[in-house]
């Protein structure tokens, strides 16, 4: 019996590796059956955290880059949560399976995406842009400029 509680209701406990639900020991281990004991939103999160994105500061901008092959631009959203928070998210379709194929190999994940950067204060949240190319989705965020304090020249008397 598993000490640490189920968050999966009567689902296998995939937190515990030694529930008896999956791992007994008189069954040798393999990651196929530890796989197939997964609940079935485990395989969705490949697909979100797969998705690479590399964030880069420029003197004019915030620039975010996305790998997305397979991907079309319809299928992508880029959006900014209380002017503070971008989001960028999709969804991968399944390839589909004819009953004559067979598969040697599948690595390329499908499902959805998601991914959420908190913006810092110097950002225009209401001025972002995005493209997409071969693919690649950017997304550029300006920042606001900053302003030089006034100096101010104090005469010394004496």
Do not use: Y
């Not at 019996?1 to 009567?10: A, K």
């Not at 499902?111 to 209401?126: T, V």
């Not at 001025?127 to 606001?144: D, R």
């Amino acid at each position: 019996m598993s000490i640490i509680p189920s968050f999966f209701g009567n689902r296998t406990n995939v937190l515990d590796p030694f529930s008896l639900d999956i791992w007994d020991p008189r069954i040798p281990f393999s990651f196929n059956t530890l796989a197939a004991s997964l609940p079935a939103f485990a395989n969705e999160t490949t697909a979100i955290s797969n998705t690479k994105i590399d964030w880069k500061e420029t003197p004019e901008a915030h620039v975010f880059i996305a790998d997305l092959p397979g991907i079309g631009k319809e299928e992508v959203n880029v959006e900014v949560e209380e002017g503070r928070v971008l989001k960028i998210s999709g969804e991968r379709s399944k390839e589909k399976e004819e009953k004559t194929d067979r598969w040697h190999r599948v690595e390329r994940s499908s499902g959805k995406f998601l991914r959420r950067f908190r913006l810092p204060d110097d950002c225009k949240g209401d001025q972002v842009k995005a493209a997409m190319k071969n693919g690649v989705l950017t997304v550029t965020v300006p920042k606001e400029e900053v302003k030089k304090a006034d100096v101010k020249d104090i005469e010394i008397s004496g």
